[in-house]
């Protein structure tokens, strides 16, 4: 019962902040918080994001590279490493840092936004939160996520290709001829629809979480951690549907 | 006619009832001192008038429409009549004094950006707090945070203004020049007042009426001589019980 309506009270929380997109571009304060999102969204996240993507791409390399050269065909390693990381890997290790990173932050901010009476006040003033903070937030996310997964997926490929040319033996420029045949238009489609879908998602969780938190400081705490473990839920959850949707 | 009307409200919060019963009104123009315990619910009364929260039971009527079963539009219609002062302040933590203030204009009302200019200073001015303008909540004290709230309440002029415990954490000067603003206003603009204050004595000063809830209930509703000489045991011991304190 409980559960239906949170599911019911999020769907409302992402329809009204989706219709709410074009007002954030209205007047020049709210183009200019928006402005501050997108900010706080791509750039505040890029260093992890990078260390991540880098990692990411070292890892799968070298796992994948392991296992090629028993068979003498580390020419596909580029191959490899590009597919895994433009179809899954890029969109989900940015979901997860922008789960961790800026929807945590986001539940916390109205949260304690809650708790403290600030979202009565706006309420009051007949500002309406979903438009004056959600709808900034949400679409910061939306246009974040696929910039992201797409530079997830660039410093992945060149990580690997660092791993493949020192510690496998494969030519830097042969990685990189084999990795860039491989990508497709509907590979880089599908890994960046994904990173939209899981922005969309990350936001709404996190919004609703924090829009509805209540009993001072241990509410919040509550709220941050749900928006994260719910987003990593739906993130892994998703990225199979849309997987299976796309490929099969 | 009474503004504000509460029919025996109830409301409770996880099982713990905190309004029990709650009735009294509110008549057009004046100002209402409510007095009580800390706890018994003073704020959540004031949440009711706007429908930041809607009783369990009970009605709660503002110039006769019933809060919480009106549409959208009237809730709306009523709210835009309302300045509110929570008890928290609740600035929003990422503008300045004078941004926070200037909001409600900004966002609901057509005024140039000059008038605006012109009544965010008036209102910043009436509550000492021009020198803070350009800083944020989090650089200012507790008590001025709580004026800068306080002109936020008052700068759209609204009909109906509800105080939460506009002088709590000021020094007794600030406070006397808070009341005085209060009456000025009401005075002047036919403003009608809510205050929810700890300030007894203040309040016995320069409101119309007190009312005293105690355990859910308004125990007593009285202009402030009426109140200062009532014989009911529980006011006589809140009285007493604020004399001990001063
Ligand atoms: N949103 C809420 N959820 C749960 N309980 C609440 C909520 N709001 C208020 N309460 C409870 O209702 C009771 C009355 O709270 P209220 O804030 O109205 O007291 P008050 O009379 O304003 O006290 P004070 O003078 O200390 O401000 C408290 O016990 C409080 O814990
Ligand atoms: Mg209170």
Redesign the pocket.
């Known amino acids: 019962m409980s559960f239906t309506r949170e599911v019911g009270r999020t769907t409302r929380v992402m329809l009204a902040s989706v219709a709410a997109f074009p007002s954030v571009f209205r007047s020049r304060d709210s183009r200019r918080d928006f402005g501050v999102q997108l900010y706080k969204t791509g750039i505040g996240t890029l260093p992890v994001v990078t260390v991540v993507s880098l990692f990411t791409g070292m890892i799968l390399a070298l796992q994948v590279g392991l296992e090629l050269r028993r068979f003498n065909q580390e020419i596909y390693l580029g191959a490899a490493v590009m597919i895994t990381l433009i179809r899954e890997m890029a969109p989900f290790s940015c979901g997860m840092c922008l789960a961790a990173c800026v929807g945590s932050a986001i539940a916390a901010e109205l949260g304690t936004m809650a708790v403290n009476d600030e979202i009565a006040a706006l309420e009051i003033m007949s500002i309406p939160p979903i438009r004056f903070l959600a709808a900034p937030r949400l679409l910061a996310l939306v246009v974040m996520a696929p910039v992201l997964a797409f530079f997830c997926c660039v410093v992945g490929t060149l990580g690997g290709g660092v791993v493949g040319a020192t510690q496998l033996g494969v030519n830097f420029e042969q990685y990189m001829a084999s990795a860039m045949s491989i990508a497709d238009v509907k590979d880089l489609a599908t890994g960046l629809a994904k990173a939209v879908v899981f922005g969309l998602v990350i936001g709404t969780v996190s919004v609703a979480q924090g829009l509805g938190t209540?009993?001072g400081a241990t509410g919040v705490g509550r709220a941050t951690q749900r928006s994260v473990i719910i987003s990593f839920l739906l993130i892994l959850m998703l990225g199979y549907m849309i997987t299976r949707v796309c490929y099969q | 006619m009474s503004l504000v009307v509460f029919e025996n409200v109830k409301k409770q919060?996880?099982g713990?009832k905190?309004l029990d019963g709650l009735s009294f009104e509110i008549e057009k123009g004046e100002i209402l001192a409510l007095v009580?315990?800390?706890?018994?619910?003073?704020?959540?009364?004031?949440?009711h008038i706007v429908r930041l929260?809607e009783p369990d039971e009970g009605r709660v009527l503002v110039d006769g429409v019933d809060v919480s079963a009106c549409s959208r539009r009237e809730l709306e219609a009523i709210r835009s009549r309302v300045g509110y002062l929570f008890?928290s302040g609740a600035l929003l933590a990422w503008m300045t004094v004078e941004e926070n203030v200037a909001l409600p204009l900004r966002e609901c009302t057509g005024l140039s950006e000059d008038e605006i200019d012109r009544r965010v200073a008036a209102a910043l001015d009436a509550v000492e707090l021009a020198d803070a303008a350009d800083k944020y909540p989090a650089e200012i004290s507790g008590g001025m945070q709580k004026r800068a709230g306080l002109a936020r309440a008052i700068v759209r002029e609204s009909d109906v203004i509800l105080y939460?415990?506009p002088t709590s954490g000021l020094d007794p000067v600030t406070s006397i020049t808070i009341h005085r603003l209060i009456k000025k206003l009401n005075r002047e603009l036919g403003i009608t007042s809510v205050v929810?204050t700890?300030d007894l004595q203040g309040a016995l000063g320069f409101t119309d009426r007190l009312l005293l809830?105690k355990d859910g209930r308004a125990v007593e509703c009285s202009a402030p001589a009426e109140f200062a000489a009532s014989t009911n045991p529980v006011v006589r011991e809140f009285l007493a019980a604020m004399k001990g304190e001063l």
Do not use: A, C, M, Y
């Not at chain 2, 009580?36 to 949440?47: A, D, I, Q, W, Y």
């Open positions: 209540s009993l | 919060f996880s713990r905190v009580g315990p800390s706890g018994t619910g003073k704020s959540v009364t004031l949440k929260l008890q939460d415990e929810v700890h809830v």
